[in-house]
Every structure is written in structure tokens, then in C-alpha cells.
């Protein structure tokens, strides 16, 4: 290893040297102290031990310390395979953590289709069950009326007749009777229905009537239509009944 202190000591006696890099081959500048000359040169023209140079100009002479070599890093001993075994097997592998699975959440469809299950079963209910209902929440009955679904329990029809009225282009037939409330409330008059029939009582065309609004309790109301017309020619006879549109519907 170099002494840089007697390098220094040198340069501050005699004269002194600027390089660029502590390597082989990089350039370094001598200073004469006496005239102020410099001369470039390498360290490689130094030396290792150093050397006496000479100014030309004012012939000056000091001894020219080499310049501090920047040392490679000292290279790294391999390590034997043995050792390195050594340390795997001290030294456990660690296990892949696995996720915690987060509770599953039900697909949008599933929900939605639960929803609209649960809605129709309710609606079923409150359909098969309307009269109970309407019996023990008597507010609903407003909106069982709205839904077209009003209570016609305790009405029936009584009394009626059947005519069949002659025509020239068409089947006519006229029918009467009356409709009675049985109940002890004031209901709303259902739809009036009358359906021409064939022999085998298939319905072939229909009629709806609503001309009153409501019934008082134990009252009747009489009706009569008589232009009833049809082209069908195998009509026989009528058949006349009573309902809400969601009834109607569902005996259709």
C-alpha cells in the first residue's frame, strides 16, 4: 500500500501533481513550485517507488512522489456448495399464505329473482286470502277495489230469464233478472257478465255490463239487456255471473 503522508509531504516540499483518477494510465499534471511550470505526465512514467524530476526550464529538481493507486475491492471467497446447503436446511421454506376466502356474496340475478319470488307469493296470498283480509283489515278493501279486486261475496244473481229476439242479420237474445245483496255491507256491483254458449257449452262470445256503482245491504237491483247480438248461428243459450275483472279473468 502506498504512503500517501510522504506523497503529500512531497508535494508541499518540492512540487505537487494533479490527476484525474486513482488508476493505471490516468493522467497527472507536475507542478514546478519554483517557476510555476507544469508538465503532464503518468503515473506510470513515476513509477511505483517514485522518482526525481527536474524542471526544464528553471532546472529545479524534487523527488516525485507516486500518486495513491485507488486498490481494486477485495474479490469475494465463493462459498462451498456444502455451506450453502447448510443454510437451506436451517432455514425452513416458508409456506404460501393462503387468502382468507371473504364470505361469498349471492350473484344480482340470484337477489333479484328472490325478490320478485317473494312479491309473487305475497300477491298470491293477499289473492287467496283476500276475503279473510278484507274482513279483518276493512281499510283494505279500497285498494282490493283498485286492483280490481273487490269483495263480491254475499252477491248473487236471482230471477233471471232468457229470450232469444228475432233478426235478420245477426242472433239476438235478451235476458233479465235482478242482483241481490245478502251481505250487511254496502258493496260496489261487480262486473255483469253474459256468455253466449254452444250445446256443448263452449263460450263463444261474451258481454260485460257495469251500470251501477254500488248495493246496499239486503237490496236488489234489477237489470235487463236485450240487444245482445252475434253472427254466431250455434248459440243456445246464455250464462250470466258476477265477478270483479280479476275473477272474470281467471275463469276465463
Known sequence: MLHLTTWLQNI??????????????????????????????????????GRTVRCAKCGHSWFQAPPPVEEPPAPVADIPPAFLEMVEEAIPASKPV????????????????????SLVTLFLALVAF????????PASKHLYA????????????????????PSTNYERYAIAGNIVNESNETKP??????????EEGGKLQY?????????????????????????FKA?????????????????K
Not at 283498485?146 to 229476439?165: E, N, P, Q, R, S
Not at 248459440?235 to 275463469?251: A, Q, S, W
Request: aromatic letters at 6%; a positive charge; charged letters at 20%.
Open 12 to 49: 508541499a516540499n518540492y512540487g505537487y501533481a494533479s490527476y484525474t483518477l486513482l488508476q493505471p494510465g490516468a493522467k497527472m499534471i507536475l507542478h514546478c513550485q519554483n517557476c510555476d511550470t507544469k508538465y503532464a505526465t503518468t503515473p506510470e512514467a513515476i513509477g511505483p517507488q
Open 98 to 117: 393462503k387468502p382468507e376466502k371473504s364470505a361469498a356474496k349471492a350473484p344480482l340475478p340470484l337477489v333479484a329473482s328472490v325478490a320478485v319470488l
Open 130 to 137: 283476500r276475503s279473510g283480509v278484507m274482513t279483518a283489515l
Open 146 to 165: 283498485t286492483l280490481g279486486m273487490a269483495d263480491t261475496t254475499g252477491l248473487v244473481i236471482a230471477d233471471l230469464t232468457f229470450k232469444k229476439m
Open 189 to 198: 256491483v261487480p262486473v255483469l257478465r253474459v256468455t253466449l254458449v254452444n
Open 207 to 231: 258481454w260485460d255490463f257495469t251500470d251501477e256503482k254500488e248495493i246496499k245491504p239486503k237490496e236488489v237491483i234489477a237489470f235487463r239487456k236485450d240487444k245482445l247480438e252475434s253472427r
Open 235 to 251: 248459440g243456445v243459450g246464455l250464462t250470466v255471473e258476477l265477478g270483479n275483472p280479476f275473477e272474470l279473468l281467471v275463469r
